[in-house]
């Protein structure tokens, strides 16, 4: 299996710029997910990144270095619409089952 | 509208009794999922299916049964309710030369 983790709070203030780390542990990885979701709402895909580095998608952006387990998602020129929970999953092969693993979590909240 | 659908929105119901909520979507995705969101916001994947197979999450008790009558629904079946069943289930699509996955609205249900 895998282990996830990422902060479970992080706050910003609108206009800046926020990095949300995870760090993962797995025998057969196959891919780490981004999600964003608003309270009461779906989980929305923002990135996916299965080889080494940063992948650039308007304000936001994801980095991977599966060397080191670890994901970041950058947010800039942060938006009040911004606060909502983002998720890290990562999918994992081995035995065949590709079924992503979903962390817990980081609620970010973006204030004046 | 081209989305994933599920019904119902919000289900109520007793212990002991078996209930089933539909998801459907009409975006030629050939694969679907069950997802189970607890109240403490963490997402686990219960089930993976396409036309060719149904990955079964092992940690998902056998009460739990998906059932797709073809490619564009997957519903899921669940016997004897226990508490510990409350939580939003969320139904997802993808297709599969993607690896981004489109969520339905969530079915939010309270066993009493």
């Known amino acids: 299996g895998q282990n996830i983790d990422q902060p479970t709070e992080m706050t910003a203030t609108e206009g800046a710029i926020v990095q949300i780390n995870c760090t993962y542990q797995?025998?057969?990885?196959?891919?780490l997910f981004w999600y964003q979701q608003h309270a009461g709402e779906a989980p929305t895909f923002l990135s996916y990144n299965v080889l080494d580095g940063l992948e650039e998608k308007g304000r936001f952006s994801s980095f991977l270095s599966r060397s080191k387990g670890y994901s970041y998602l950058l947010l800039k020129e942060l938006q009040m619409k911004d606060s909502a929970s983002y998720l890290c999953a990562v999918r994992d092969a081995s035995g065949g089952s590709y079924i992503p693993t979903f962390g817990r979590g980081t609620s970010l909240i973006v204030h004046p | 509208d081209t989305a994933v659908s599920q019904t119902p929105k919000y289900l109520v119901t007793q212990m002991g009794n078996d209930k089933s909520i539909k998801c459907e979507q009409n975006?030629?995705?050939?694969?679907m999922y069950w997802y189970k969101q607890d109240s403490k916001k963490f997402l686990k994947i219960m089930f993976s299916y396409n036309n060719k197979e149904l990955i079964i999450n092992e940690t998902v008790p056998n009460r739990f049964s998906p059932k797709s009558p073809d490619k564009a629904h997957l519903n899921l079946h669940i016997n004897s309710l226990e508490l510990g069943d409350s939580a939003v289930y969320f139904c997802a699509s993808r297709p599969d030369n993607q690896e981004t996955q489109y969520f339905g609205p969530g079915t939010r249900l309270l066993v009493l």
């Open positions: 975006l030629g995705h050939d694969t």
């Open positions: 797995t025998s057969g990885f196959n891919g």
